[in-house]
């Protein structure tokens, strides 16, 4: 299968099946913008899930945070975004499209698709400067003293908030502050459905450490930011860790790798791994006042921390997992399509299926539902079509489990449970049922799945 086309068979199944829309569809759309549907949120809830997880609730030294998207609007100027935070863009005399100017070989020309900008008829204006955050007004007048912005990373809120949280936790470096949230950039280039939109969750952490420890801390996050994909089950091969050159790196970073998944439109971004040095915290300092310095009591110390950022995106881990998880089996008499989507984040974690819809079989199957619930898990019911038609609906959404009711579930209190990945089926006691899905859950790894 060509790339294109998996792209297309991915886009086409997001929409079909409940995970990504295109928003204001019924308007004719918005550039670069997705709304995300039953299985989307669920899809993201549990990216969010296992990355709060790793990065907060297992460790000792990080704590989370949830600042205000809407800031001073001095926190942009000092950060450097309001200066610095911009593509180079081109327009088109003629059909008045704008382009970024690094990455017109990707681009088409709206009017002559087949064409690039600059080779059709349309001459190309000179390279500006188009600063990617979004303005708006706040306050009751709307005038140049009432501009504020959308953030455009969530790791602002964290600097601004060193201080709070280092006299109310009573953590001192190294210690990292978390934080998940929805950042907003006026993007201009083609998105590659959800892979560039212009709001997008981040999942960013902002890890304080003494001067001189950020070589070691940086190489830490790029080992373990790494696992934490290996372990959602994301191919190895489809990885890879790339040191940015220097004429990459952002304003504030002296470097930074950036972990790539190879996309089907190529390798891209899926998180960046940052030193931002002390230059937040220092600038934070100056421009406000607030002296925003550790003093270690121990060694009567002052020093401003070092910083080691890793940063992703929650909807493009999303994109990822989709991408990754997407296969196709031919099988005797047809093609299954399946997401073998590690379990931990597969939207519905288990299908409940009357074998028919008779003889208090959907009665039974919906009681054995509501406890799997109780406990936690995220069921869907379907009574619906033969049974190997509803294993296939299940499958094309990732669903590691299929529970079927039969006749004997009525006997004996066991039911079927049926194995996304390997298609194998098992007999297991209701009583037990909780427990074993969650032991095949721990012990899922993407290997086994596939082989
Ligand atoms: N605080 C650092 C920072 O924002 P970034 O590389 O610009 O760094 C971090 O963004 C991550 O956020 C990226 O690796 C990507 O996963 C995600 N991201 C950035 N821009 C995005 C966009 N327009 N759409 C979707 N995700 C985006």
Redesign the pocket.
């Known amino acids: 299968m060509s790339e294109a086309v998996l792209m297309e068979k991915i886009v086409s199944l997001c929409k079909r099946r409940g995970f990504v829309y295109p928003a204001s569809e019924i308007y004719g759309g918005i550039g670069n913008t997705y709304d995300y549907g039953p299985l989307g949120v669920e899809l993201l809830r549990r990216v969010k899930d296992a990355w709060w997880s790793a990065m907060v609730r297992e460790r000792e030294d990080v704590v989370g945070l949830d600042s205000a998207i809407i800031q001073n609007p001095k926190t942009w100027v000092t950060s450097g975004h309001v200066g610095g935070f911009s593509d180079p863009m081109v327009d088109c005399k003629k059909c008045k499209a704008r382009f970024r100017a690094d990455k017109l070989e990707d681009a088409r020309c709206p009017e002559k698709p087949s064409k690039k900008p600059g080779q059709c008829e349309g001459e190309l204006t000179e390279p500006r400067a188009f600063n990617l955050m979004f303005e708006t007004n706040v306050g009751a007048v709307k005038d140049s003293s009432s501009i504020a912005y959308l953030r455009p990373?969530t790791?602002q809120g964290i600097f601004l908030n060193f201080k709070n949280v280092l006299e109310s936790s009573r953590l001192r470096p190294p210690f990292g502050i978390a934080q998940i949230g929805k950042s907003f950039?006026n993007?201009i280039t083609p998105g590659n459905f959800v892979?560039?939109?212009r709001e997008?969750e981040?999942a960013?952490m902002e890890f304080f450490v003494p001067p001189g420890t950020e070589h070691e801390w940086f190489d830490y996050w790029v080992k373990e930011r790494h696992r934490w994909y290996l372990d959602l089950g994301i191919r190895p091969e489809r990885l890879r860790i790339r040191a940015h050159d220097k004429d990459e790196l952002a304003h504030y970073s002296n470097f930074t790798s950036d972990i790539e998944y190879e996309y089907p439109f190529g390798w891209g971004?899926?998180?960046?791994v940052?030193s931002r040095t002390d230059f937040d915290l220092k600038r934070h300092s100056e421009a406000s006042g607030v002296d925003l310095v550790f003093f270690d009591p121990q060694t009567k110390e002052h020093f401003t921390p070092f910083v080691i950022?890793p940063?992703?995106?929650v909807?493009?881990i999303a994109l990822t997992l989709l991408i990754d998880a997407y296969d196709e089996q031919k099988l005797e008499d047809d093609v299954r399509v399946v997401l073998h989507l590690h379990p931990r984040v597969a939207p519905i974690t288990a299908g409940i299926l009357p074998l028919v819809k008779k003889e208090g079989m959907p009665e039974r199957a919906k009681e054995i539902g509501k406890a799997l619930r109780k406990a936690g898990l995220t069921t869907f019911y379907d009574e619906k079509a033969a049974i190997g038609r509803r294993y296939r609906r299940m499958d094309e959404v990732g669903t590691p489990y299929c529970i079927t009711v039969d006749g004997q579930t009525l006997e004996d209190n066991t039911v079927t449970v049926r194995l996304r990945d390997s298609m194998a089926q098992e007999r297991v006691a209701v009583a037990g049922l909780v427990a074993h899905l969650e032991a095949c859950t721990a012990a899922w790894t993407r290997d086994a799945a596939t082989a």
Not at 269 to 272: A, K, M, T, W
């Open positions: 990373e790791a950039r993007e892979f560039r939109t997008f981040q960013e971004e899926l998180e960046g940052a950022e940063a992703g995106g909807n493009r």
